[in-house]
């Protein structure tokens, strides 16, 4: 076993080493077996250690604990690189516990995801990966990990994690190593967000039905801003909207959101500031309160805990206390624009 005859690369002038950066790591429950498959940064400490990144609220922490709780000694860890691109995204997908991932993956392929045993440990990946590393991580070991620059634009700064001794590394032939550089958004790793954003759409629907579209703008780096546009119906419904998200997965960790009416295209980040900095009274319509936030929020004074905002950027009316009429939107008459539509080629543009 030897690490160092991977590519890896460091990424930034003042990574604390190199990383692997787009590994699909796969663990199970010591007490439900239940699988689960994170995407979660390694740094090659040297030939047969990895620090793994578990940070607090994701699937692969909850199992250190479960395993520290009950006395398990070592964690089974796998670490697929490459293959099926569903597959890889997959363990970035916020899916609610106990859901695995493979299936999502499968069904975004259209036919299930082919496992094959692993040769070191009592786990399963997948068959068409480039790499698997596999070893186990000691749920009562940690090590110095980081830095490292981050999708946020900062350097994470170093701190303990769980280590991963490596027990075997298999390939392909000719095998092709996977990677991603993440910075300063947009990077690539915020188009892999993009389709989570499109993709669970429909599941925060099913929670909330008010919710027309979402729209994580890249400057907000994932969890820090949402514009979500809702079909408002009631006095707060803004405000249910907010904190429903809020208590929704990892949503909860979202430091601003902002909530439209039905008719802003939250696409359009343009449209959207307008209605934002036309529509809201910054002493009435903003909620301002503490809760979890992500593990990297630098700007929290607490680790992984801090304020957040929410903003109700919707027409008001009487019954939510606006006593004034509210103006109407500026809007083309449609002949007008469908004869100026009509010239536009005639003008050769």
């Given at each position: ?189 915020y188009w892999m967000g993009k389709a989570t954003e499109r993709l669970f759409l429909p599941l925060m629907k099913l929670f909330l039905g008010e919710i027309v579209d979402v729209n ?134």
């Amino acid at each position: 076993v030897d690490l160092n005859r991977l590519p890896v690369l460091k990424c930034w002038p003042k990574d604390g080493g190199r990383f692997i950066t787009l590994p699909t790591v796969i663990s199970r429950d010591p007490v439900t077996n239940a699988r689960n498959v994170g995407m979660y940064r390694l740094q090659v400490f040297d030939r047969r250690t990895l620090g793994m990144h578990w940070q607090i609220h994701k699937g692969g922490a909850e199992h250190t604990r479960v395993a520290q709780e009950t006395g398990v000694e070592g964690i089974p860890v796998a670490v697929s690189l490459g293959g099926d691109p569903a597959v890889m995204w997959c363990g970035s997908a916020p899916l609610p516990p106990g859901i695995d991932e493979f299936l999502l993956a499968g069904w975004l392929r259209g036919q299930p995801v082919e496992l094959t045993p692993c040769v070191t440990q009592p786990l399963e990946v997948p068959a068409h990966a480039e790499f698997v590393i596999e070893g186990y991580v000691d749920p009562h070991e940690r090590r110095v990990e980081g830095p490292f620059g981050d999708h946020t634009g900062y350097y994470t700064p170093p701190d303990e994690y769980p280590v991963l001794h490596v027990t075997a590394i298999t390939h392909r032939k000719r095998p092709i190593y996977p990677t991603t550089v993440v910075g300063l958004p947009p990077m690539e790793d915020y188009w892999m967000g993009k389709a989570t954003e499109r993709l669970f759409l429909p599941l925060m629907k099913l929670f909330l039905g008010e919710i027309v579209d979402v729209n994580m703008p890249p400057e907000g780096v994932f969890h820090n801003l949402i514009f979500v546009s809702i079909k408002k119906r009631y006095p707060g419904h803004a405000r249910k909207v907010i904190n429903g998200l809020w208590g929704l997965g990892l949503m909860m960790l979202t430091r601003c959101i902002v909530i439209f009416d039905e008719h802003v295209d939250v696409q359009n980040t343009q449209e959207a500031y307008f209605h934002m900095l036309s529509n809201v009274d910054w002493s009435r319509d903003v909620i301002i309160q503490d809760g979890p936030t992500d593990a990297l929020d630098h700007a929290s004074y607490r680790f992984a805990y801090g304020g957040k905002i929410g903003i109700d950027a919707t027409a008001k009316g009487p019954m939510e206390g606006y006593t004034r009429p509210w103006p109407e939107l500026l809007r083309m008459d449609p002949a007008v624009k469908a004869r100026i539509d009509a010239l536009w080629p005639r003008l050769g543009l």
